[in-house]
């Protein structure tokens, strides 16, 4: 499904990707952990297209397809999604148009009609409701005014709405309580299918007890240093980053 | 509602009064003296007293500079190069076929799906235009005239109502006002007349599209709207397509009258040719437009979507004489390529507890330049008066700019003024989050700017409205990436 070789990204004259590789197979469920600053936003905003990054060297295969070649509309039309660590307002843009023009324009890739109006409110009720969200929501500017959890749990909402074939994940849990946590990966579990594939950023276990990654790594300066399965995030619980990077760093 | 002008070519076959059919001898050469003003006057077989007041106007205007204090730069205009009275246009003086109009402005046609044969029209090819529309507007004419609102060409009114000409032409803004308003009161060619009687609500928008007449009003168009005690009228000005002119300035006035109790509803949409991409050809909107609330509890709103015009220079504006009166300025205006708009408004609070909003909306691209100019001005009288300002602006891009100048006289110490404002950018996280999405950047560009202009498009004719906002997205396109 994604095949990441050998990436290296640069911001301006810093070089933050440095030769990362990755591969997700369709309905796989990858943690991405490291420590701040690593990089780890960094690769879900070049696989998803943001500007201001500057690819050196690797390639980036989704679905057999050059992905650095598409725009992030593209790639998102493709069936690429991404849950922002920091969702963006946008003042005055109603809620609902917004998620309305993006289903569209998702849809219509896909070959498939717009949805009138009835059925596209009966639908996004129906998500709502998934993610405890409150109808409210959209009658609200798009996360203007919401608060940090409602923002992350739109996030998943649209991701539900919109059901990608690859969602990134990028630090949903943080800023959530506990309940909400549980919301969120309710609906992401609800969302789980052998065709869709996630790449889940966390930097905690928590999160993983309720959605369970088939695969474990370790993004430190850069690179993917470690992998392993569910237990190795355990494991990086119980004993932080240090070892793996000191084990990295000797070998 | 896309052309004013090519409908009134049909609907003119209907037209049987006034002078139009009169006047198709020449354009006069251009410069400007009394014999001019009193030719115009003379061709428009106009009343002692209207040449008299064109004549005052002029002298006055002799008197005067054109102003500088605007933040828009041009090159002077040499007044005596102005052709001040022309014939309409005879099809061997217009440009023969689409071929040789700027293909940009034909793109923007096809975009708001105009049909070709009024592209013509718009385009200032002569056409013989065949629409369905004639139906309507004798049905117009028809309910208009039962509810005995009188809705005509200014000639027009000369002529038939100089009793309501002579007591409120120039009773807002007075050739005295300033030097475009004075030279307009000189030369003015044409333009519209309203009067609704006490008590009446006119029964429809009025707009210049079902006017008889309007094409042609040149560059010198005046506007006067009188609505009498406890009447109601709104009233539509423009259109959405762009409008190409051969004259580049344009100075019009337009006068409102609210009596006691009356409500007059302004809105504009103005589009006249920007100019092609270095700015050249387009339209220098130099425009005086004034509300006078001169009984109790009048109320005035005007509501302006300004996307047009090379240069734009006006301040629709509110006198609230009567107590209780109401003054009201929604604006959406849009600069972008070469385009400079100093615009904005003024409410003088005259009255006690008068009360007035001005809600300014500003969105530069490209190199758009923009200034908003408001002023506040609370007289001694104006006992318990209130203003709330919002004024926001959005920058598309790096090399447009948005300047503010609020100014505000108290003189009275009950008054209570809010101000806001607010400077934003459309910025690169927003375009990428609605990217993400699946949504083109201009799409995104379109969403965040409809979003930003909301309060004034609510306060449009819902029509007028969707239009609006389809304009917008047309006229903003490749306004990034
Ligand atoms: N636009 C930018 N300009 C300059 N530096 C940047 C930019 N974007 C990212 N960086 C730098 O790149 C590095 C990686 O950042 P990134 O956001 O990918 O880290 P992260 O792994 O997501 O961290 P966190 O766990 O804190 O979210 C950091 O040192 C960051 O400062
Ligand atoms: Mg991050």
């Known amino acids: 499904m994604l095949s990441v070789k050998g990436l290296r990204a640069n911001v301006g004259e810093n070089e933050i990707l440095k030769g990362l590789d990755l591969e997700v197979g369709p309905g796989e469920v990858h943690a991405i952990m490291g420590p701040n600053g690593s990089g780890k936003s960094t690769l879900a905003h070049v696989l998803s297209g943001r500007e201001g990054y500057e690819v050196t060297a690797g390639s980036v295969t989704f679905e057999g397809q050059d992905l650095l070649a598409l725009e992030p509309e593209e790639r998102a039309q493709r069936g690429l999604f991404l849950a922002f660590q920091y969702p963006v307002e946008l003042p005055g843009v109603n809620n609902t148009y917004f998620l309305k023009a993006a289903l569209n324009s998702v849809r219509k890739s896909r070959g498939e009609d717009e949805l009138d109006a009835v059925s596209f409110l009966r639908l996004i009720k129906e998500k709502l409701k998934i993610l405890h969200l409150d109808d409210s929501l959209l009658k609200r500017s798009v996360n203007a005014g919401f608060s940090g959890g409602e923002k992350k749990r739109n996030e998943i909402f649209q991701m539900a709405l919109l059901e990608p074939k690859l969602a990134i994940l990028d630090e949903t849990d943080s800023g959530l309580d506990i309940d909400a946590l549980r919301v969120v990966a309710d609906g992401v579990n609800a969302l789980r299918s052998p065709e869709r594939s996630m790449i889940v950023v966390t930097h905690y276990q928590r999160l993983l007890d309720y959605i369970e990654p088939d695969h474990v790594h370790v993004l430190a300066k850069g690179r993917i240093i470690r992998s392993g399965g569910k237990e190795l995030a355990l494991e990086l619980e119980e004993k932080g980053y240090g070892w793996v990077v000191e084990e990295e760093r000797a070998a | 509602m896309t052309s004013t002008q090519a409908v009134d070519d049909i609907v003119r076959s209907e037209y049987e009064h006034g002078f139009v059919t009169e006047i198709e001898s020449d354009t006069f050469p251009p410069g400007l003296d009394e014999g001019v003003v009193r030719a115009i006057s003379a061709r428009k077989r106009e009343p002692e007293f209207m040449t008299e007041w064109r004549l005052k106007a002029y002298r006055h205007w002799l008197t005067m500079a ?17 052709s001040y009275f022309s014939a309409p246009k005879r099809p061997e003086d217009a440009p023969k076929s689409l071929d040789e109009i700027d293909p940009a402005l034909l793109e923007t046609y096809e975009k708001l799906g105009i049909p070709i044969e009024e592209q013509k029209a718009l385009a200032g090819i002569a056409v013989d235009a065949v629409f369905d529309s004639v139906s309507v507007a004798t049905t117009f004419r028809a309910a208009l005239a039962e509810a005995g609102v009188v809705f005509c060409s200014i000639s027009e009114a000369v002529h ?16 005295t006002d300033n030097f475009y308003a004075a030279l307009n009161s000189a030369v003015f060619s044409d333009g519209t007349f309203v009067y609704v009687p006490k008590g009446v609500r006119c029964p429809m928008e009025l707009s210049t599209y079902f006017r008889i007449n309007a094409r042609n009003t040149g560059q010198f168009e005046r506007t006067l709207i009188v609505a009498d005690e406890g009447s109601y009228v709104s009233y539509l000005e423009g259109c959405t397509a762009p409008q190409r002119d051969e004259n580049q ?27 092609d991409a270095e700015g050249r050809g387009g339209i220098y909107n130099f425009v005086t437009k004034r509300g006078d609330c001169r009984g109790a509890r009048s109320k005035i709103s005007w509501t302006q979507v300004e996307t047009g015009s090379a240069i734009t220079w006006k301040y629709p504006s509110c006198i609230l004489r009567g107590d209780d009166s109401v003054g009201e300025f929604y604006s959406v205006a849009v600069t972008k390529g070469r385009q400079q708009a100093d615009t904005g408004t003024k409410m003088i609070h005259l009255g006690r507890n008068t009360r007035s909003t ?29 203003n709330h300002t919002q004024c926001d602006s959005l920058l598309i891009g790096d090399r447009c700019a948005a300047n503010t100048f609020p100014y505000i006289e108290v003189r009275h110490p009950s008054a209570n003024l809010e101000h806001e404002a607010t400077t934003s950018k459309i910025s690169e996280d927003q375009l990428f989050y609605c990217r ?25 004719p819902m029509e007028f409205a969707v239009e609006a906002q389809k304009l917008l997205s047309i006229s903003l396109e490749g306004a990034v990436g």
């Not at chain 2, 038939?160 to 050739?175: F, I, N, Q, R």
């Open chain 2, 66 to 82: 054109p102003p500088h204090w605007a933040a828009v730069d041009y090159p002077p205009i040499d007044f005596n190069a102005i």
């Open chain 2, 160 to 175: 038939e109502h100089p009793e309501l000409v002579k007591a409120y032409l120039g009773s807002v803004v007075p050739h």
């Open chain 2, 249 to 275: 300035l344009h100075a019009a006035v337009v006068e409102l009258i609210a009596l006691k109790d009356a409500e007059i509803k302004y809105s504009t949409v103005q589009n006249w040719y920007p100019g």
């Open chain 2, 358 to 386: 001005i809600v300014s909306k500003g969105i530069s691209a490209g190199e758009g330049q923009q200034t908003y100019r408001g002023l506040v001005r609370i007289s001694q009288r104006a006992a318990g008066a209130r």
């Open chain 2, 436 to 460: 993400s999405r699946g949504l083109t950047a201009e799409d995104a560009v379109s969403m965040i700017v409809n979003g930003f202009c909301k309060e004034v498009f609510n306060e449009l």
